[in-house]
C-alpha cells in the first residue's frame, strides 16, 4: 500500500550528539513537510521541501537541517540536540499546499 | 496574527450519542480546511476536508460545518464509537503562505 513511512519509531540520543531522522513515501507526492509535535501540542511546521524547493519556516532553529535527496525519501537532520528538542517529529506528504497532508506514524525522539 | 483555536479541550460524550468538536480561526483569507484525528503514538489521520466555498460537507458518520461569517469550523460525529476516542484537530490552509496551521487539538473521550 501506499503509505508515508518513518524510521525510527523510536529514537534515543545523548544530548548534543548529532541525529537523523527518516523518512519515505511511495505516494509521489511533490511535498513533504516535518513536524514536530510536543506532549499535548499541535503540530508544528519545520520546513517543507516542494520537489528540490526548500522552505525554511523563520522560527525553525538552525540546530534544526533537512535533505530531500529524491522524490522518495526527507531526512531531519539534529545536529546538536539539546533536550527541548525531545518531541514527536512527524513527516507527512501532500500533491499540492492545497491537498491533503497524508502523515507519517512519526518518530518519537529522547534525548538524555 | 494568524491563529487557529479550539473551544474546549477536553470532550467526554457516552458511546452511541452524537459528538460536537468546535474550533474558531482568525484568518479570513483561509479557503481551506481539514479535520485530523490523532491517536495516542501515531500521526495525525486524515477525516474530512472542506473548502471555503461550501458549508457543508458529509462523509461517513462524519460532517464538517463552516461558517465563514464567524470563522467558525466544527466537526460532527454520529453515534460515536470507542475508536473515535482520539485528540482532534482542526487545521486552516492560509492563502498568504499556503501552510496548515493546526488548532491546539480537542480530546475525544468516549464513555461505554
Known amino acids: 500500500d501506499a503509505m508515508v513511512i518513518q524510521n525510527p519509531r523510536y529514537q534515543v540520543t545523548q544530548f548534543g550528539k548529532p541525529v537523523t531522522l527518516s523518512c519515505s513515501q511511495t505516494l509521489n507526492h511533490n511535498v513533504m513537510y516535518w513536524y514536530q509535535q510536543k506532549s499535548s501540542q499541535a503540530p508544528k511546521l519545520l520546513f517543507h521541501?516542494?520537489?528540490?524547493?526548500?522552505?525554511n519556516e523563520a522560527d525553525t532553529p538552525d540546530n534544526f537541517q533537512s535533505r530531500r535527496p529524491n522524490t522518495s525519501f526527507c531526512f531531519l537532520d539534529i545536529r546538536s540536540p539539546g533536550l527541548g528538542d525531545a518531541a514527536m517529529y512527524l513527516c507527512?506528504?501532500?500533491?499540492?499546499?492545497?491537498?491533503?497532508?497524508?502523515f507519517g506514524p512519526g518518530t518519537r525522539l529522547t534525548v538524555l | 496574527g494568524e491563529s487557529v483555536g479550539l473551544h474546549l479541550p477536553t470532550l467526554s460524550v457516552q458511546e452511541g450519542d452524537n459528538s460536537i468538536i468546535n474550533c474558531a480561526y482568525s484568518n479570513s483569507a483561509s479557503d481551506y480546511f481539514i479535520w485530523y484525528k490523532q491517536e495516542s503514538g501515531k500521526g495525525p489521520q486524515f477525516i474530512i476536508d472542506i473548502r471555503s466555498n461550501m458549508d457543508k460537507r458529509q462523509g461517513q458518520r462524519v460532517t464538517v460545518l463552516l461558517n465563514k461569517t464567524v470563522k467558525h469550523l466544527s466537526l460532527q460525529i454520529a453515534a460515536t464509537q470507542p475508536g473515535d476516542s482520539a485528540v482532534y484537530f482542526c487545521?486552516?490552509?492560509?492563502?498568504?503562505?499556503?501552510?496548515?496551521?493546526f488548532g491546539q487539538g480537542t480530546t475525544l473521550q468516549v464513555k461505554p
Open positions: 507527512a506528504t501532500s500533491t499540492g499546499f492545497y491537498n491533503e497532508q497524508f
Open positions: 521541501y516542494y520537489d528540490k524547493d526548500f522552505n
Open positions: 487545521a486552516e490552509h492560509s492563502s498568504n503562505t499556503g501552510k496548515l496551521i
